[in-house]
C-alpha cells in the first residue's frame, strides 16, 4: 500500500511524493474509519 500526495490544478494531477503506508496508517485504512 502506498501513501500518495499530490495537487490538482486544473486538469493536472502532479504527485508530489509517494511512500510505503507505515503499519499504523495501513491498519487505519484497514478499519474504515476514513
Known amino acids: ?6 495537487t ?3 486538469d ?4 508530489i511524493s509517494a511512500r ?3 503499519k499504523k ?3 487505519y485504512y484497514e478499519s474504515d474509519k476514513l
Open 1 to 6: 500500500m502506498l501513501v500518495v500526495v499530490h
Open 8 to 10: 490538482d490544478s486544473g
Open 12 to 15: 493536472t494531477i502532479r504527485i
Open 20 to 22: 510505503l503506508a507505515r
Open 25 to 27: 496508517e495501513r491498519k
